[in-house]
């Protein structure tokens, strides 16, 4: 399944579907859900980074259960924009996660996501680094996918 840009997978899905949001990380996959408005991105679980095969059947299941229709998997390009080694790697875990679940997918810059997440948590609420541990990459998730969001609202018609 080929990637889509985020508002040709926005367009593709059906009202009141929702999009998930991913964030894979190299031990834990942050997993946001955006709502059925496509307005807001939330921090929904983490997933154990593993077989590609029990991965996707995961996100599978997640899908069914919360009627997403489509993945928006961050895209780990280089600071300075270029696409490195990490941002091949990512799109082709993107496209063979897409195919395994029948998901169709679009990748969304995700430079220093995980940094603003830490900050927030640091500054704002005040976590220990263990408890920003298990929660930066949801968040990283839902951060990156609030942004695709954000940029793929659909402009009104005049």
């Known amino acids: 399944m ?17 999009l998930l949001g991913l964030d894979p990380g190299k031990k834990t996959i942050g997993v946001a859900l955006s709502d059925v408005g496509l307005m807001l991105a939330s921090p929904h679980t983490g997933l154990k980074r593993g077989k590609l095969s ?8 997640i899908a069914r259960m919360q009627d997403a229709g489509g993945l928006v998997v ?15 790697a990512a799109r082709d875990w993107t496209l063979n996660l897409s195919d395994m679940t029948g998901l169709p997918a679009a ?27 298990e929660v930066v990459d949801q968040m990283a998730a839902a951060y990156i996918l609030q ?6 609202i659909p402009q009104a018609r005049a």
Not at 147 to 152: G, H, T
């Open 54 to 61: 029990v991965v996707a059947a995961e996100i599978s299941r």
């Open 2 to 18: 080929p990637l889509f840009n985020i508002c040709d997978l926005r367009a593709a899905l059906r009202p009141g579907q929702r």
């Open 74 to 88: 961050g895209l780990p390009l280089s600071l300075d924009g270029s696409f490195g080694p990490a941002a091949q």
């Open 107 to 133: 990748m969304w810059d995700e430079r220093l996501s995980s940094s603003a997440v830490n900050r927030f948590l640091i500054s704002e609420a005040d976590m220990t680094r263990q408890r920003r541990g």
């Open 147 to 152: 942004a695709a969001l954000d940029a793929s």
